[in-house]
């Protein structure tokens, strides 16, 4: 938090000037409060914890040794015993390694960057990923259900000037059984969507423009057609799940539609209390924000707007934690 610029008293007060002097401090003070309580959410990312995340589910990180790079990142195996960690994998850049035989990565200054882990071998069929871009001195990442579900992720940011956050899949996610998650999201969402967790299951839960149905052609190939319509949008069910074809460079419009608001006034489009109520909507991305951390997830590809995605930015990056379940 900014401290107020320090006022130098004048040269030599007289008694009118020294109060015009203290009134206008005070105001000034008033003043930089207020801006201070209204001021919005956080543009680059989550709100911070308001102090060191506690939960005992991160373990302890006093003896997370200090980056040469930008940031340090230690992998976690959090699959409550269903693989040892020498049965947990991690890539990047090429380089693989099991966690029990290196649980950090000293990362460097990268543009796009993926990071995989995979569980049982190091090309397992079990294998989700996050993405960041890691600049000199800022980090910004998130985890993604763009695709599919893969494994339960989640990861906790800690930077240097204290801000620390975690994004990602809930707790439940992590501890529940793997049957029960795919059970779940099947009970949870309507007959078009049941087939997502049931046609590449046990290993993912695939994104809706990813199933043959709702493409061109599909049984459910017209599931948004009629809605997308009625806001003026000619644009495929497969393009508007993918924010693809004309949507591609309109992350508002395809937001809208996918969360059903499109054809809500402009100042309710952003409010999540006014998200997937209706069909048709993008009930795959409803799922993973239902079961994220604080709400916030990516569903599809501009999940972003209104700040709903697993994003984070900051500067001064300290250390990534990423907790890798089953």
């Known amino acids: 938090m900014a401290t107020t610029p320090h006022m130098p008293a004048p040269a030599h007060p007289t008694g009118t000037v020294r109060t015009r002097t203290a009134l206008a401090l005070v105001l000034a003070l008033a003043a930089c409060l207020f801006t201070l309580t209204q001021a919005p959410a956080r543009a680059d990312g989550p ?27 230690k992998v976690l195996n959090r699959t ?14 090429g380089e693989t390694h099991s966690i029990a035989e290196q649980p950090y990565l000293d990362m460097p200054v990268n543009s796009s960057g993926r990071m ?64 029960t998650t795919f059970q779940r999201f099947v009970d949870s969402v309507p007959e078009p969507f049941k087939v997502l967790a049931q046609s590449q299951a046990p290993y993912r839960i695939i994104a809706p423009a990813a199933d043959p149905s709702f493409r061109p052609g599909g049984a459910n190939a017209d599931y948004f057609t009629a809605y ?49 109520s209706a069909e048709p909507a993008n009930h795959y991305a409803k799922f993973w924000h239902d079961n994220a951390l604080n709400g916030l997830a990516y569903g599809f590809p501009y999940d972003d707007v209104a700040d709903q995605s697993s994003y984070v930015s900051h500067d001064n990056p300290e250390w990534l934690l990423v907790a890798v379940g089953f």
């Open 228 to 276: 997308a319509q009625s806001v003026g949008v000619n644009a495929s069910t497969a393009d508007i799940f993918s924010c693809a074809g004309s949507l591609a460079g309109d992350a508002e419009r395809c937001a809208a539609l996918n969360r059903h608001v499109a054809t809500l006034p402009a100042d309710q489009q952003h409010d999540p209390a006014q998200f997937y």
């Open 116 to 179: 995989y882990f995979h569980l049982g071998s190091p090309d397992g069929p079990y294998y989700d990923f996050i993405e960041f871009t890691v600049g000199d001195n800022r980090f910004n990442g998130n985890t993604t259900r763009v695709d599919a579900y893969g494994l339960p992720l989640a990861m906790r940011l800690h930077t240097r000037d204290g801000y620390d956050v975690e994004v990602g899949d809930s707790r439940q996610l992590f501890t529940e059984d793997r049957a």
């Open 80 to 93: 409550n015993g269903a693989y040892p960690d020498d049965q947990v994998y991690w890539t990047f850049n």
């Open 47 to 73: 709100a911070a914890s308001g102090g060191l995340i506690t939960d005992d589910f991160w373990g302890d990180t006093s003896d997370i040794p200090p980056a040469q790079n930008v940031l340090q990142v």
